[in-house]
């Protein structure tokens, strides 16, 4: 038993014996036996904690059944969507489409919008997905490898004006409906230097109701 299986050890009896209700003690095999393949790997004390912390997040994120590398794009990667047999969705990362065998692919969360409303929770924003001034959430992939990447843009809302507005512009937000702006469109830069734009097919926004 090395020096980090023997402290993880202890450490897991001890949890078990102040808190019988945790969630980690039924994983204490794995994480001990993890503990004791880093314990023997040789790492200094200058690459433990890098190497720590790459196994941590590479396990957080297969639990959460999130991507450790780039998405390949390759045709083993697709599988036929669950609208008809022409829409492809990413069997890595279920954010990621495309319209047809060889259409281009697209990430539905390239852009996140963030709004200045109160909200539920408190926070004096809200974030929220869909299209703002026309430019939507999803934007279409450059190139693979792809890794996904979400951008944060700030936007606002004023209350819907039918002299003013559009009305397919129009939100419902309890308490009334809203037109939502983007407050600076020079954040959008830096999405498209990383995404190119999504445009609107109109026979497959016809078809699929987009």
Known sequence: M????????????ILSKIMPDNLVTEFEPEILALCEKFGLSGQSGGSAPYTAAAVSQAVKKLCLQETISPLTGEDDEWAFGHMNETYYQNIREGAVFKDGKDGRAYYLDAIIWKGDTQGESGNDWNTFSGSVEGVMSRQYIKSFPFTPKRFYI???????????????????????????FIKDKSQLDRVFKYYDRYEKNESIRKKYGL
Do not use: L
Request: net charge negative; charged share 35%.
């Open 2 to 13: 090395t020096n980090t299986q023997s402290h993880a050890k202890r450490e897991m009896d």
């Open 154 to 180: 700030d936007c606002t809302r004023v209350p819907f004006d039918k002299n003013k507005h559009n009305e397919k512009d129009a939100v419902t937000c309890g308490d009334g409906d809203y037109v939502y």
